[in-house]
Structures are given as structure tokens and as C-alpha cells.
């Protein structure tokens, strides 16, 4: 134990380490879980150097090879969670998503609050609906967090996947509670001019259509001015159907820029049903929503699929033919 605690106090965390067995099982006592955690918390801040993806995985492994002790050690629990979340962002670039997940479990279960921090270090975009809950419970302590705030802000005007209307409200609530408001509107409006140029250079897609709708509903352009005349029919046309939560991004569009789009849907006679794609939809909610809001192209949509059933040359132009049952044309 004394050659052990030289060691350490030596900060030669390598020899600690090694020496840690040499210490028989009966004389390992808190003490020894003591000095067994800081021998491997030094050790693992030397191998961080070389990157936090083989000292987290070396402190992992220690931790529970090392009995209770050491493995409930509050400080060494602190650095393995944050060199998970060094790693977690290290990696987010290739790893998996069934390996990102696992890694961010076992930080969750290190610290059950850490979701936050999961999001604003190590970019784990599942821990999103985290931040604004505890935002507008943390108000002071928000806007001192200079890595929340970029990581928010750099998510303004792109599409949040499954988020529902109270989630929604909850995170327009929580930027104003910080007082991020209105650089949460500039930066979606920043968006919105860098989608707008891609527009205009031909890169646009189902994607860019989702994130441009959201982005002009998050930076306050009303969807009846030119500007919004504009954009909001392609970016609608271009946005998928297949998540009837995707629909839900119209919520906020004026009459006038529903008929606009539907008048646009209805002209562009698209390669692919780009609204009506088929029986992944919940039938009931969506197709009633989807009917409310573009009548014209619905029934639009069920007479081409009879005029297909009756003479398959007839290829629909605004359904897949895949999609005609579920428009209720057997």
C-alpha cells in the first residue's frame, strides 16, 4: 500500500496501476479503492491524449474489473462520463446508430441527468427532446452553458424529427425563457438563406423541402408574403409523406398557402407520389388530414387510380400505384 501511494502522489499513474495487484485481496480496503480510483483516473488522462475513444474504453473496463469499491468512486465515475461524451462526439461521424445508442445508455445509467449534456458535448441528436424540459427549469444555469447554446442554435430551422406540437411549444418557450429567442429566429432565417441558395443552384430535395418549410414557420416569415409564395409549394412538394407527423408541418400555413401548394402539386404531375405514397400511413388521421387540406389533389389522386385500374397505361401522376388501394380505389 505505501509503494502504491507513492505512486501516486508521484503521478507515475501507469506503475500505479500495474501495481494495484500486488496488493493482497484482504488488505484492499477503502483505502485501496481510494488510491486504485486516482491511479486510474491519471492513467486514463494520459491515454486521452491519444483520444478519448481508447481511455474511455480502458476506464470502462477497469471500473469493472476493480470490484464496487472503485467502481462507485464519484470521481471516477465523473471522468468516464466525460470521456464518454468526448468519445460519443469523437465517433458520432462513423459510428453506428445501434453503438451510439449503447454508448450514450451506459452514460445514462452513469448519470441519469446527463441528457443534456449528451445533446450540447456530445452531439447526440436522440437527447434533443431533453434540453428544452430542463432549459425551462435551469433558466440561469442555460444561459451560462455557452455549449447548449451553440448546439441549439445550430439546430434552428432544421427539421425535429417525431416532435409534437407540445414539444414544439415547449422549445420555442425554453428559447425565450434562456433569452435565445430572437437568435433562435436569425439563425432559422440563416437557414433559410442557405437553403434558398441551394435552391437556386439545383440541390434540393425531400429533405431540404422539410427543413425549408420548418425554417420559414421558425424565422417568422409569414407564409403570405412573396417570399414565402415562393418557397413553401416546392419545399411542400418536396417534403415526404411517409410520416403522417411530417404533415403536421402545414399546421401553420394560411388557406391561401395551402391553395397555392395544392395548386402547384396539382401542375407539377411529379415522377413520384410525393403525398400519397402508400400504406405506411396511419389510415385513419392521415388521410383525413390530408384530404382536409388538399381536396382538389385527393380526389385528383382517386380518379387517376381509376382510370388505372380500368387501363393500366394510365399511370397515376400524383399517387404511386402501389398507393391506390389506400386511397380506397381497389
Not at 407540445?166 to 437557414?191: F, L, P
Not at 389522386?301 to 380505389?329: I, Q
Request: include cysteine.
Amino acid at each position: 500500500m505505501h509503494e502504491l501511494q507513492r505512486l501516486v502522489e508521484r503521478q507515475e499513474y501507469a506503475e500505479a496501476v500495474q501495481s494495484l495487484r500486488s496488493v493482497p485481496p484482504s488488505e484492499r480496503d477503502a483505502a485501496w479503492d481510494r488510491l486504485a480510483a486516482q491511479a486510474a483516473i491519471g492513467h486514463a488522462g494520459r491515454l486521452q491524449q491519444d483520444g478519448c475513444d481508447g481511455a474511455y474504453d480502458w476506464l470502462r473496463a477497469f471500473r469493472l474489473d476493480h470490484g464496487s469499491g472503485v467502481a462507485a468512486d464519484p470521481a471516477l465515475k465523473r471522468k468516464l462520463v466525460d470521456l464518454g461524451l468526448c468519445a460519443l462526439k469523437d465517433r458520432r461521424s462513423w459510428l453506428r446508430r445501434p453503438e451510439r445508442d449503447k454508448l450514450a445508455a451506459e452514460l445514462r445509467e452513469l448519470d441519469p441527468g446527463i441528457g443534456v449534456r449528451l445533446y450540447a458535448e456530445g452531439g447526440y441528436e436522440d437527447a434533443k427532446t431533453d434540453v428544452a424540459p430542463w432549459i425551462n427549469a435551469n433558466a440561469a444555469r442555460a444561459r451560462d452553458d455557452e455549449a447548449l447554446r451553440t448546439s441549439v442554435l445550430a439546430a434552428a430551422g432544421r427539421y425535429p424529427t417525431n416532435e409534437t406540437l407540445a414539444q414544439r411549444q415547449e422549445r420555442y418557450r425554453a428559447m425565450r425563457t434562456a433569452g435565445w429567442y430572437e437568435r433562435w429566429v436569425q439563425a432559422s432565417g440563416a437557414t433559410l438563406n442557405r437553403i434558398g441558395a441551394e435552391m437556386a443552384r439545383g440541390i434540393f430535395n425531400a429533405a431540404s423541402g422539410e427543413s425549408l418549410a420548418l425554417a420559414l414557420v421558425e424565422s417568422g416569415v409569414p407564409d403570405d408574403t412573396p417570399a414565402a409564395r415562393v418557397l413553401v409549394p416546392p419545399a411542400v412538394r418536396l417534403s415526404s409523406a411517409r410520416d403522417p407527423g411530417r404533415v403536421q408541418n402545414l399546421a401553420g400555413l394560411s388557406a391561401r398557402a395551402l391553395k397555392t401548394v395544392e395548386d402547384e402539386l396539382l401542375r407539377a404531375q411529379p415522377d413520384e407520389g410525393f403525398w400519397f405514397e402508400g400504406p405506411s400511413w396511419d389510415e385513419g388521421t392521415a388521410l383525413a388530414d390530408i384530404t382536409r387540406r388538399f381536396p382538389t389533389l385527393a380526389k385528383t389522386a382517386k380518379e387517376e387510380c381509376a382510370r388505372y385500374r380500368k387501363d393500366n397505361g394510365a399511370v397515376p401522376v400524383h399517387t404511386w400505384r402501389s398507393a391506390c388501394e389506400w386511397l380506397g380505389v381497389p
